[in-house]
């Protein structure tokens, strides 16, 4: 029977083919984080439908629209929409924020929102992000953006400019709304609904949202930096002058009020216009009041979500390079059982030692295995059978130059390989004069 079940609109499934830019990505970025002295957390896929209630805010489009929320027996949860709200749900009921300050985590982790899927939005989507809690300082503001920074620079990534803002604190902001409010009133009637009830709840996410009449009708709107008060206003040129000095170029852009409700003083976007619309791929900025509002201490905090999907589509637009993927090292193709089983044992040694090493589990016969080694990339062949067995030794040989060198089947048969290996690396070096540990272009 044919197979008809689809994966569901808005998912994605990784091949083998491609998930070595995955790995890049997971690698590079886990190094990084690591690097600034972050540590990873991992967190459940669904938590009490509330927590998101509670950071995200009830008046965003993620909690009006975009949640998933499962009702499983009598209780009802939501499959995480970001992984802010979680982690510092986490880090709370672990006692994380006793310890000593600042707490840094970092987390790679999948996230759900029903969303209109399109290139670069999807319904199930992929973040790498960070937090650090315990800082109010503007330095811990510019510490995470250099991480972020120093993470796209890594990857390669060209052409992202860096947007930042203030968004003040509650003082400032209960004036900004207030203008903003005065500023929307007269076009009331022209808004989009979801707008109508913004204008009383929430009046800055009216900036946020994507209709073109409701983008139109604010471009004048006031901005909320003319609004901060002087703490505020200190806090964002302290951070920025950190930017100046780090050598991290951004632009000013009052534009950006971010799509949770968590945030204060600073937040941020890299964007890029290379990927259309979509461009945001990484997120961020300080949440000062979020930990006492889901039941902790005052302790400030602040982090990013980075877009693995949209780094994906940037790096490969750029062509950017990848971690190439290990292929196999060496195949053993083998006539008989007899074969099969000296084949099984030398494999053995060999992958101790961290070789991919591979032999015939099919039962084909040594032509279809050699093609099935060069199609799996096998950079070593070799073959046995009852001559090879008798004698004690078999001919190594060697793909791409099609060279073949005698070795004994015997137990210095691993140390032997290794020393074949490792010329042949020496004279790629010799030759090509390229690094043992090259990257190369996706499609080599
Ligand atoms: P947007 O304005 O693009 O909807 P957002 O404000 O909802 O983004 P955040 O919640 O800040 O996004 O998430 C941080 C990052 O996660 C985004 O910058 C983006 O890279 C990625 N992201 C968010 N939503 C999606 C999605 N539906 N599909 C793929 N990536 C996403
Ligand atoms: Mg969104």
């Not at 600034?36 to 009006?64: A, H």
């Not at 949860?77 to 510092?88: Q, S, V």
């Not at 009449?213 to 206003?233: H, N, R």
């Not at 945001?280 to 005052?298: F, K, M, N, P, S």
Request: glycine fraction near 8%; charge should be negative; hydrophobic fraction near 35%.
């Amino acid at each position: 029977m044919a197979m008809n079940i689809k994966r569901p609109n808005g998912t994605e499934d990784v091949l083998p083919k491609d998930v070595y830019k995955w790995n890049t990505i997971e690698k590079i970025a886990r190094d990084t984080a690591e690097s600034f002295g972050f540590s990873e957390i991992r967190i459940p896929t669904f938590e009490n439908t509330e927590l998101f209630l509670r950071s995200v805010g009830e008046t965003t489009d993620v909690v009006q629209k975009e949640m998933y929320t499962v009702k499983a027996k009598e209780t009802e949860f939501t499959l995480r929409p970001e992984g802010t709200a979680g982690t510092i749900r986490a880090m709370l009921q672990n006692g994380l924020l006793n310890e000593a300050l600042p707490q840094k985590v970092f987390y790679m982790l999948s996230c759900f929102r029903h969303e209109r899927p399109q290139a670069g939005r999807l319904r199930e989507f992929h973040q790498f992000g960070v937090e650090m809690a315990g800082s109010p300082a503007p330095s811990a503001d510019a510490e995470v953006i250099l991480l972020a920074k120093t993470l796209l620079d890594r990857l390669g990534l060209k052409n992202i400019e860096l947007h930042v803002n203030s968004i003040g604190c509650p003082e400032c902001r209960a004036k900004y709304h207030k203008a903003l409010r005065e500023y929307f009133e007269p076009h009331k009637e022209e808004l989009c609904d979801t707008c109508k009830e913004r204008l009383v709840k929430n009046p800055m996410r009216l900036l946020d949202c994507k209709s073109p009449i409701c983008k139109e009708i604010g471009k004048d709107a006031p901005v909320i930096l003319d609004y901060l008060c002087d703490e505020c206003k200190d806090h964002f040129e302290q951070f920025k002058s950190y930017l100046a000095k780090l050598g991290v170029d951004f632009i000013v852009d009052p534009k950006i009020v971010r799509g949770l409700d968590y945030y204060t003083k600073t937040v941020f976007e890299f964007i890029t216009t290379e990927i259309g619309a979509q461009g945001t791929v990484c997120a961020g900025g300080r949440y000062d009041g979020l930990i006492e509002q889901l039941g902790g201490q005052h302790i400030p905090a602040l982090g990013f979500g980075m877009g693995f999907e949209r780094l994906l589509l940037v790096m490969d637009k750029q062509g950017c390079e990848y971690l190439t993927p290990k292929k196999c090292d060496i195949y053993f193709a083998t006539m008989g059982d007899a074969a099969l089983e000296k084949a099984m044992e030398l494999v053995k040694g060999l992958r101790e030692f961290g070789y991919r090493a591979e032999y015939d589990l099919m039962g084909r016969g040594v032509k279809a295995q050699m093609k099935y080694a060069n199609k799996i990339g096998a950079v070593y062949t070799m073959v046995i059978g009852d001559n090879e067995l008798n004698d004690g030794k078999a001919r190594l040989k060697e793909m791409e130059s099609g060279e073949e060198k005698e070795m004994l089947l015997n137990e210095k048969f691993t140390a032997n390989f290794e020393n074949e290996y490792f010329n042949k690396i020496l004279d790629v070096i010799d030759d090509e004069n390229q690094s043992m540990f090259a990257f190369t272009g996706e499609d080599k």
